[in-house]
């Protein structure tokens, strides 16, 4: 009975992972130091880890009159790395929805498989697109059990989301590791997301134009991003909108359409001018 007892002992999980002084390192998938879980408090809007590993660059959404606006900021790490042609942050879930990525991106390759699955499981069922706020909020619901039970980690990536159903219209939510949602009119999320908010805030208007808010989105990236030019290839931009037929359309923008959207707003730097 004592040996039984004994082997039960070393079988039981740790409960709390040893926080040491030098920083957050813990040995079980999930640590608790004065009730905070660290994956998902270092995954967080404008959380940035400076380990090497990830950085949550910044992401902007503005739901306009005729559409939806996603822009991404890309980052190049090092010259030695060969450019990536596809994208890396836009994705898109459904005809009628897309997301912008901010955080770990091989945890939001596991949510952006799981969407989909919900979405194609959804036009099977009932022969239509899913509602996009039932979509973000299964996504939520998935990214909710991670977060409560003991050996797991919880998702490091934070969402942006936009999308068009004939509930609601054009709408655009956000989601952050823990779970939570909601829908925004214009929101900012990563890296020196506060700064963005605040430009959000004044310079938002309500009845706004997709071509409009195409501008502000770059705008307000290009005066809130580290690095003092924006180029084609250091952004993402993604529209969700009406077709003149009425068919849901989500376009991401090419190097070329997005060199010419920044000539038209002025953003263009001098050396791209001198290219």
């Given amino acids: 009975m004592r040996r039984w007892l004994v082997l039960r002992y070393w079988l039981l999980p740790e409960p709390i992972a040893k926080i040491t002084e030098a920083g957050d390192t813990f040995r079980k998938g999930i640590a608790v130091?004065?009730?905070?879980?660290?994956?998902?408090?270092?995954?967080?809007?404008?959380?940035?880890h400076h380990g090497g590993h990830w950085e949550c660059w910044k992401c902007i959404g503005?739901?306009?009159?005729?559409?939806?606006?996603?822009?991404?900021?890309?980052?190049?790490?090092?010259?030695?790395?060969?450019?990536?042609?596809?994208?890396?942050?836009?994705?898109?879930?459904?005809?009628?929805?897309?997301?912008?990525?901010?955080g770990i991106m091989s945890d939001a390759n596991i949510l952006i498989n799981t969407?989909?699955?919900?979405?194609?499981?959804?036009?099977?069922?009932?022969?239509?697109?899913?509602?996009?706020?039932?979509?973000?909020?299964?996504?939520?619901?998935?990214?909710?059990?991670?977060?409560?039970?003991?050996?797991?980690?919880?998702?490091?990536v934070s969402f942006l989301f936009a999308g068009w159903d004939k509930n609601f219209g054009f709408q655009l939510y956000m989601s952050d590791p823990s779970g939570n949602y909601g829908g925004w009119k214009a929101t900012a999320i990563g890296?020196?997301?506060?700064?963005?908010?605040?430009?959000?805030?004044?310079?938002?208007?309500?009845?706004?134009?997709?071509?409009?808010?195409?501008?502000?989105?770059?705008t307000v990236l290009?005066?809130?991003?580290?690095?003092?030019?924006l180029r084609s290839e250091k952004l993402e931009l993604a529209e969700v909108f009406l077709t003149p037929s009425g068919k849901v359309e989500c376009q991401l923008h090419s190097p070329e359409s997005l060199d010419k959207l920044l000539v038209k707003s002025g953003l263009t730097q001098p050396a791209a001018e001198a290219s």
């Avoid at 194609?120 to 039970?149: C, H, I, N």
């Fill in 33 to 48: 130091p004065h009730n905070h879980l660290l994956p998902r408090r270092s995954a967080l809007p404008g959380r940035v």
């Fill in 62 to 102: 503005i739901s306009g009159k005729d559409g939806v606006v996603l822009v991404g900021e890309r980052k190049v790490t090092s010259k030695l790395l060969q450019t990536n042609t596809s994208a890396e942050k836009m994705y898109k879930i459904d005809d009628h929805v897309a997301c912008v990525v901010a």
């Fill in 115 to 156: 969407a989909r699955v919900q979405a194609q499981r959804y036009a099977f069922a009932y022969q239509g697109p899913m509602p996009v706020e039932q979509l973000v909020q299964s996504l939520g619901d998935t990214k909710q059990g991670y977060t409560q039970f003991g050996g797991l980690r919880p998702f490091g």
């Fill in 191 to 218: 890296a020196n997301n506060q700064a963005a908010q605040s430009m959000l805030k004044q310079d938002y208007k309500d009845n706004i134009t997709r071509e409009e808010a195409v501008q502000l989105a770059l």
């Fill in 222 to 229: 290009s005066k809130t991003m580290d690095s003092t030019s």
